[in-house]
């Protein structure tokens, strides 16, 4: 199973894919840490919560 897994894996190009995937996590992470969309997540939520009128969604 490991071995079909590799062949397939190296086949469709998977590893460049995932280089690359983590290249742009690590930007994205650099320009909007992840504290800060947590942040922007919880006064969401909290405005959903305790004032659903006003939340914007």
Known sequence: MS???G???SAM???GRIVAKKAAR???ERSRPP???RAEEL???RRQ???PRAAVY
């Open 3 to 5: 071995t079909m897994k």
């Open 43 to 45: 006064a969401v939520m």
């Open 7 to 9: 062949t397939l894996g």
């Open 13 to 15: 190009g998977q590893e």
């Open 35 to 37: 504290a800060a969309y």
């Open 26 to 28: 690590k930007g994205d």
């Open 49 to 51: 919560f305790f004032a």
